[in-house]
């Protein structure tokens, strides 16, 4: 009886810490998980270092996804994408939608 009244502050002390240290970060992992899956063609994302850009493209068979950064395209790991700031709404594609280049004929 001695035995089992010995070893019991042991076993509330690894319940607390299982409670208030390991489940919490299982939680957060399970969450980040979730973000990465969720990654699509459009998304303004921050990475871990600390760049902005936005999905080009995802393969999800190597893992890795292309940020279009200003014209510049990066390839990074999936894992490596630290937060999604904004999702992509439609993907602009026609001319029309997106304008052109030549400037405007008028008087100065």
């Known amino acids: 009886m001695e035995f089992i009244f010995s070893f019991l502050p042991f076993v509330v002390i690894i319940g ?15 969450e980040t998980q979730k973000m990465l899956d969720s990654l699509e063609k ?4 921050v990475t871990i270092g600390g760049l902005n ?27 490596a994408i630290s937060k999604v700031v904004e999702k992509g709404s439609s993907t602009v594609t026609s001319t029309e939608e997106l304008g052109n280049n ?5 008087a100065e």
């Open 16 to 30: 607390i810490m299982y409670f208030m240290m390991i489940r919490p970060q299982q939680k957060q992992a399970k």
């Open 42 to 45: 459009g998304d303004s994302v």
């Open 53 to 79: 850009g936005i999905i080009d493209e995802v393969n999800t068979e190597a893992h890795t996804v292309i940020l279009d950064c200003e014209g510049i395209y990066l390839t990074f790991e999936r894992r």
């Open 102 to 106: 030549r400037p405007t004929d008028s």
